[in-house]
């Protein structure tokens, strides 16, 4: 069994992520392009399950080798003790993720880690177990490159992003992890000292479910299941995880700071509300239905974190909808947004620092503002940046 966990990552999340994972573990994290090395046991496992914001999965690495084909990679899973992690009557699933590898099908080299799997267990117990694709007991990642591959069992299960909480999304959903992100990149971790937290196009309410939960001290994880119970190295800590849950869920505690929400749109607000309070957190936040091209400060200073709507939503009251993604590229109904957006910022937030994530690299011409700061994030497949302004009284200048 090779050492370490390897967590998984948005791109660009890599050095936020090895500082997050050293907070909760103690132990030195190592970046690498997509994510971070870890040395850890079960319970380190479990700990970084319940406790990260930032990584995509937990992952546990088996076996790594060179490989030429789909034979090859049945050959070094056939090396695996597959009946130290499952029993035939339990069930699995092999996900598999490739960079520039010379295979063919995907489908076929993770049917052919399926075949290594129930062919061992057939060898050993007589019986094989099944394919479960929705929620499987032993979920399998193989990652393959040009000539590598390395077997992991996902300890997650659904991916981390999945808080729990989410049901009401939104077009186009903030996952939860790149959220917590942003707050990271921004250095707001929920202190009274951090000052209060801004979202004012809030759409299904991420940004902010994030930013209270971690100024009521909530653990991303505590409302959600994950693999490594099913699975039988992780049954002799049981006990330790049950404590796990319930220090975290004893450390729960009134907000620290205030966090202040609000969309132009009463629907997202409404979905907003309803994520915020399946999250735990609707006390801890104020929501309100408002244009943020007009609304004044909710509080005398504090941190405006978004990332900024286009299409529908950004049409101000009264003036019809926007054609969805027009305007990134600096014209149309962006442009007119954002510069009107940064016309109320000069004029009723100085002394504010801004935060907004966006693909467009030409952002601070649209909003005649000097961005201090631009962090590199990646959205999904969308390189974008996270721009920090930082705001002066009737200046065309942050």
Known sequence: MMPGLFLPCAGG???LLADEVQRIT????????GGVWVEGDA??????????????????????????????????????????WISPAQTLRVDVSAQRSPLQSLNFAALRIKDAV????????????????????????????????????????????????????????LKETLAAAMLAAAGWQGRAEDGPLFD?????????????????????????????????PFRAHMAAWREMQQAAQARVHAPAVAVYAGDVSFRMTDFATRNAERAG???????????????PPPAERGVILMNPPYGERIAPKGQGTATAREGFEGGGSSAEFFGALAANWKRQYPGWTAW??????????LMRLKESRRVPMWNGPIECRLFRFDLVAGTHRG
């Open 13 to 15: 999340v890599e050095a």
């Open 26 to 33: 103690g132990t030195t994290a190592e970046a690498t392009r």
């Open 43 to 84: 319970r380190t496992a479990m700990r970084l399950n319940l406790e990260s914001r930032l990584a995509t999965r937990v992952l546990w690495p088996l076996i790594d080798g060179y490989y030429r084909d789909e034979h090859d990679l049945y050959e070094l899973a056939r090396r695996v003790p597959w009946g130290e």
């Open 118 to 173: 129930c062919d061992t267990l057939r060898e050993q117990t007589g019986e094989r177990p099944s394919v479960d694709t929705r929620r499987p007991d032993l979920p399998i990642a193989l990652f393959v490159g040009p000539e590598h591959a390395t077997l992991y069992v996902d300890t997650s299960g659904e991916a981390l992003f999945k808080r729990g909480w989410r049901e009401d999304t939104g077009e186009a959903p």
């Open 200 to 232: 004012p196009c809030c759409g299904a309410g991420t940004i902010a479910v994030e930013a209270a939960q971690m100024a009521c001290g909530i653990a991303p994880g505590g409302q959600r299941r994950f693999a490594f119970e099913r699975l039988l």
């Open 281 to 295: 957190v609707l006390q801890a936040i104020d929501f309100k239905t408002a244009d943020a091209l007009q609304r």
């Open 356 to 365: 907004l994530l966006s693909p467009d690299m030409k952002l601070p011409g």
